[in-house]
């Protein structure tokens, strides 16, 4: 890649760790934006990260650097430090992140560290860890501007200069009533463009679009995405508000969730696996595995079962795999389409006959045309058998079961609510190995035993 | 799935369209954000979407459906409309937007259409086009907030009220100098925190992040992800500012890029094909499967060319399927693994080797695992020859061979600058496929033919 700033830095970091040049690395360290650091602290040892956290001043820097880090690494540096240094730290960062900084710890120690923070940010942050992890209520921020639909735009503003100096991003004003329920929500920029006397009420939409503490943050995440919106309310089941998801937020949950699928396609587990040691990636991916090997043994005596009938099997062998490998391309590209479509809300749960149909026939007409093709080849190479129609009926019957089973089996877990990405990973694919392998030797059987 | 407005509002859409209640529907699809009414559509007609598209009143609402359908519906819809329409529908959409959708039209219509606009909007949407379609030119918004750093807050107020009023999301205000330089930034929460007569450059921060016209539109959404901004000011090579990007375009970068991604992995081409009809979505995912075939062909004249010199054919081939099964799904994991890693910057290029050993390692572990298990099941099915160490060993070598070319292939294409994604797909695949049957074979006949 042309510029990477990062690894000049990395670079300049590790020259002047080598060099025990501390106060250069002081300097460049509180120079250096804590997104940045979190970077290069994936590249170094535990000590040499320890070395640099405790030159930073600033401890709301720290506190960037602590949402920034891979989660391992957070758990290492959070080891060695003193509780009091933890707690000033955790004080000067949203909520939010905390609440999430703090769910990974050990009970013991986070119970601790919420003994010792001041009470008002440690109710809150408690109050974000009642609700579900993935949850609108589980990732919302508590800080947001707040005011009665009476307040007038010059109050609006002394109160985001005194009151609400602390709300990461103030961009909209929520209006409240008396039992704070939800009512409008304007934008600081009204609140500039309107004459100072205007009440809130005047100039804030009603019609506002908000979501419940229990929404699935997925749901959240496109709610945002689809209106364009910075930041949603979140509400309680009697409209009351209780935070703002902010689009921040939400782009991290896209970014993690297609990470997520995309793993969990690859039948690779769910969590990054790259930054974990070898022992822990091989522990991770092991049983994934597993089921292809099950499915690999059950092929084997289906072919040894049919081997019994069949004497020409020398033959067949050699075509086995190109069977399977186009039932498994085919299958793979029917789920994924599927999945993601799901996942976009491109396709949907309600449409499942029309998927599914449409998924059968392409395979089908794929089938034929790949059939021809390798049913030439295998007329072909053995001219006394009819080996071609054997080989290229195999063919079509293997890529229609598989386009039909890849479609077929995410949209049944979606209907279900599992999540269909695990259906596209080694399950699918071993099934329809073991499909292919049975009605390649049937149809031989057929064919040429008579 | 349980709550699902978008299909109570389709089925009341659906109703009313075949009782032809025409002023309910008037009613309805003008009371109807345009992202939803956009999902609607997806099920309707193409006589129904432009029966409902006639009924809204705003040309702002049709602006956002415009820019929220689906490409084939948009050309649909547009075909149908009257080029007066189509002008004054652009015309209050931002230039973004506009550029975005005019690169999707016949090069006629474009032209005629570029000519019918006012010549400020339309000049700024023939610069968006001028910049490459994945830069982050090409998908900037040229309206934006740019004030000299001698503006008092005050001034700036005024400025947002009057000559800013159409700026779409004004959260940042940017200082420039007299040759239009970038300089500084601030935000709208900052302005009305300072007392009225504080000149801009008194409040505003000198180290602005931004980004220059010809970056990629990915690294630019991973800018603004990294450093939770709200938009980033996009630059010329003199540092003259040009445009910004939004987070609302951001999320849709990630979104589109995670999709193309999967795809491109599976082997299902670049472009959702959900939504495309059966002939087309064919014909997309025809080409990917020949490699499938090529290397399924390749397999079989590997296993001819050994049949020669194997006798024990018959015992041999019952195990193909479970040693191409363990080889591809290791791979898949390999290959997701790393295209993944690089893809959300967890990876890095300049960790080649360290990763591909360490893909390696892991390949082997797991190989021996499964050899074994595999090997054991095959030696208590053939007890006479040492088949257990040959069907074992074939194991390990492409279970190996695949986390290896699995993890290899990608980190080449991104050294290169290849997109990685296209290297998990059937090629990779395949080519273990082939790799693990010679080396089957290999193994056979050492081991068995002595």
């Known amino acids: 890649m042309p ?3 990062n690894k000049i830095l990395l670079d300049t970091i590790r020259r002047l760790l080598r060099r025990e040049a501390n106060s250069h690395l002081r300097k460049i360290v509180n120079k250096t934006h804590a997104a940045d650091l979190s970077v290069v602290f994936r590249s170094l040892s535990l000590s ?9 001043k600033d401890n709301e820097q720290k506190g960037i650097l602590f949402s920034e880090l891979e989660a391992d690494t957070f758990l290492e540096i959070v080891a060695e430090l003193d509780l009091n240094e933890i707690v000033s730290i955790l004080e000067q960062m949203p909520s939010d992140d905390v609440a999430d900084l703090i769910g990974r710890l050990p009970d013991e120690k986070s119970a601790s560290i919420l003994e010792m923070m001041q009470k008002e940010d440690s109710d809150e942050v408690e109050d974000l860890l009642s609700y579900g992890d993935d949850t609108a209520g589980g990732i919302m921020n508590p800080d947001y501007v707040a005011l009665r639909e009476e307040t007038t735009a010059k109050e609006a503003i002394e109160a985001i200069q005194k009151e609400y100096a602390d709300v990461e991003m103030p961009f909209y004003l929520y209006a409240v009533d008396e039992f704070g329920k939800l009512v409008g929500v304007s934008s600081l920029r009204q609140l500039v463009v309107v004459a100072p006397q205007t009440p809130l009420k005047n100039f804030m939409a009603t019609e506002v679009i908000s979501v419940q503490t229990d929404m699935d943050q997925e749901e959240v995440a496109k709610i945002v995405a689809r209106y364009d919106i910075l930041a949603v309310p979140v509400v309680d089941a009697s409209n009351r508000l209780m935070g703002i998801v902010t ?3 939400v782009i991290d949950i896209f970014r993690r969730e297609a990470t997520e699928d995309i793993l969990k396609m690859a039948g690779a587990g769910e969590e990054f696996v790259e930054t974990k040691s070898i022992w822990r990636s091989t522990k991770i991916r092991l049983p994934w595995l597993f089921a292809s090997c099950v499915g690999g043994i059950i092929a084997f005596f289906i ?3 049919f081997e019994v009938n069949l004497n020409r099997i020398a033959y067949l062998a050699a075509f086995i795999p190109v069977i ?3 039932g ?3 299958g793979t590209q029917s ?6 479509g ?6 949907n749960v309600r449409d499942f006959w029309h998927v599914v149909f449409k998924e059968l026939t392409i395979g089908c007409i794929l089938g034929v045309v790949y059939g021809t093709i390798i049913g030439m080849v295998a007329q072909a190479s053995y001219t006394n058998i009819p080996l071609g129609l054997v080989v290229g009926s195999a063919v079509v019957c293997s890529m229609s079961i598989a386009a039909l089973v890849g479609s077929l089996v995410p949209m049944l877990f979606a209907r279900i609510n599992i999540d269909p990405a695990v259906a596209t990973g080694p399950f699918v694919t071993t099934s329809i190995d073991i499909i292919s392998v049975f009605f390649y030797f049937q149809i031989a059987t057929s064919f040429l035993n008579l």
């Open 335 to 340: 789920s994924t389409i599927v999945v993601r």
């Open 303 to 305: 072919i040894s079962w």
């Open 48 to 56: 040499e990260q320890l070395k640099l956290f405790a030159m930073i």
């Open 342 to 347: 799901l996942a976009t809300g491109r396709l």
């Open 324 to 326: 399977m490998g186009m």
């Open 3 to 5: 510029r990477d700033p």
């Open 247 to 249: 689009v921040d937020d």
């Open 328 to 330: 498994g391309n085919i």
